[in-house]
């Protein structure tokens, strides 16, 4: 697999899942957000709540964080950086670009 780097671009991580590419897609919006639309198979952990989660991440593959536009998302990234996750990525533009370049069906918000 080649090196995402600190940030994934929507069309990569498509790819990526379309070859089988073993990652955890993080969601770390808020529940109402995520009712509103969601990538199937993301484990959802709101912003706020991922420091209690972190022996539940995973370390041994590419954890890619995503929220809606890509800022919380980022931060949360970093964060996860700071604490040993060295394969963690924020997908860049979030669920927002995601929903423009990969399922224009996909719900906005």
């Not at 600190?6 to 993080?26: F, K, N, P, Y």
């Not at 959802?44 to 420091?51: L, R, S």
């Not at 964080?65 to 979030?94: E, K, P, W, Y």
């Amino acid at each position: 697999m080649a090196d995402w780097g600190s940030e994934i671009a929507v069309g990569t991580l498509q790819q990526a899942r379309l070859d089988g590419v073993l990652h955890t897609l993080l969601d770390v919006r808020e529940p109402n957000e995520v009712a509103v639309c969601a990538i199937s198979d993301s484990l959802c952990i709101p912003m706020q709540q991922v420091p209690q989660h972190l022996g539940e991440l995973p370390r041994e593959h590419p954890l890619v964080i995503m929220c809606h536009h890509g800022a919380r998302s980022d931060q949360v990234a970093q964060f996860l950086r700071a604490n040993g996750f060295t394969n963690a990525h924020n997908l860049a533009g979030g669920i927002d670009a995601w929903a423009m370049v990969v399922d224009p069906e996909m719900a906005r918000y």
